[in-house]
């Protein structure tokens, strides 16, 4: 699967696109990945469910979305046409359901691939999220290559001893591709009423105080696995896009930083052609995974 561009908008932060239309040129992306989607409506936590904090955010929004039916007869029809790629991400509660959803969406012609969120938790086995072991990570890979027949992006959690591991997981059971990271685990404290901000105590904290962390396990991945690696978490510059391309990339994701420009992403991807000219490279591939260790 080849991009015009390697600057994708993160699942979430974009919502379909539709959304961003009015404020940027959409078809100057080189994807978009939709909102998480799962086999069946989802009305999401209780507000408040995002909180601003230093040099980020945390949300635990969870997954609100009206379903994949919905997607495939409501949305695609407006969406199918936008000139970029347009990805699904998909959520679950358990293998089934991945397949099942993905399967759907499979039959979309102009979904040429979609991003599995294996940071849901598995309702059969406590609420652990799938991509926390190697196993859970498989199980969910496996249940939905059986079913799911284009490009396979599985996005990979933080909040894991050894991300690595689980990486070579998702390889090994067919995954085209994994992006990485997910929102790390967070909470805030409202001192004077002595309670959680959010509605559910934790969430996911995302935005550039999250960079160090994702760029040092893109490096890592990057190194562990042979297939392609998206890395996403904290980019919101031109700078921030070519580090994670020199920890190994080969196309980022960028999102937290749309809430504050909704343009960030095109303005990146035009930086990353200019930082190339500036720097004699004739393509990206000349600075993926070049280091000097």
């Not at 679950?92 to 991945?98: A, F, I, N, V």
């Amino acid at each position: 699967m080849s991009f015009k561009n390697p600057v994708l908008t993160a699942s979430g932060t974009f919502g379909y696109g539709l959304e961003f239309a009015d404020l940027v040129s959409l078809d100057e992306l080189g994807g978009i990945i939709v909102k998480g989607t799962t086999l069946y409506p989802r009305e999401g936590n209780d507000y408040p469910r995002m909180a601003e904090t230093a040099q980020g955010m945390l949300n635990c929004v969870g997954l609100q979305n009206k379903g994949v039916d919905y997607f495939c007869q409501h949305i695609y029809p407006q969406v199918k046409d936008i000139d970029t790629h347009i990805i699904v991400n998909v959520s679950g509660s358990s293998p089934d359901d991945y397949a099942e959803c993905a399967a759907r969406v499979d039959g979309l012609e102009k979904i040429p691939a979609i991003e599995l969120n294996i940071s849901c938790p598995n309702v059969k086995q406590g609420g652990m999220a799938f991509g926390v072991t190697p196993e859970g990570a498989a199980s969910v890979v496996r249940a939905v290559r059986r079913r799911y027949n284009k490009t396979l992006i599985v996005k990979l959690s933080p909040n894991v001893t050894d991300i690595a591991d689980i990486a070579k997981a998702c390889e090994g059971e067919g995954a085209d591709s994994v992006s990485l990271i997910n929102t790390l685990m967070g909470m805030a404290i409202d001192i004077e009423r002595r309670k959680p901000v959010l509605s559910i105590a934790t969430g996911g904290l995302s935005g550039p105080a999250v960079k160090p962390v994702a760029l040092r396990m893109v490096w890592q991945v990057a190194k562990a696995v042979k297939i392609p690696v998206i890395g996403l978490g904290g980019i919101s510059s031109t700078e921030d896009a070519i580090a994670f391309f020199m920890a190994g990339a080969t196309a980022i994701e960028i999102g937290t930083a749309n809430f504050i420009d909704p343009t960030v992403s095109v303005k990146v991807a035009k930086g990353i052609n200019q930082w190339l000219d500036n720097h004699g490279c004739k393509s990206i591939q000349e600075i993926i995974g070049a280091i000097n260790e």
